[in-house]
């Protein structure tokens, strides 16, 4: 059952999301990517079809899937504290793949908790979702429902 929200918790989900777009532009280009090779991501447009991408355990088949499906842009979702996460290769592996397809891959996270520290969530994910070199634009969400 979808939960009611106050106009200040909305006020603090866009202000979120703006911070979001805001740090991804300028930590984007201090992001170092020691750990994948060069490739100008940031001339690679938005796609006119994306997919969500929560489970990044086998990366050959989401990029298969997206592109037997048509599908130019990959939200893959990146947990906090990536740098130290069991993920981490999983992603670097999915971006790799994803980059000699064609495709394009951004940062998604988020927590409807995030709306209540929003100096946690640049710190926690942000931050450490753009160093990884991997990612352009992040997007988080922090929808209420």
Known sequence: ???STSPLRGLAMV????????????LA???TAASVTT???????AASRAMWVWDTSDPQAVVSLATARGIGQLYAAVPPHVE????????QQLV?????????VDALGGDPGWVDN???VVTNWLQPALATGLFIN??????IY
Not at 19 to 24: D, M, P, R
Not at 39 to 45: C, E
């Open 96 to 104: 790799a793949l994803a980059d000699a397809a064609g495709l394009r």
């Open 1 to 3: 059952m979808p939960r």
């Open 29 to 31: 280009d201090q992001a």
């Open 118 to 120: 929003p100096a946690w």
């Open 84 to 91: 130290s996460s069991p993920h981490l290769a999983e992603l």
């Open 39 to 45: 490739v100008d991501r940031s001339a690679r447009p």
């Open 138 to 143: 992040v997007t988080a969400n922090t929808e």
């Open 15 to 26: 202000a979120l999301v703006a911070i979001a777009g805001i740090g991804g532009t300028t």
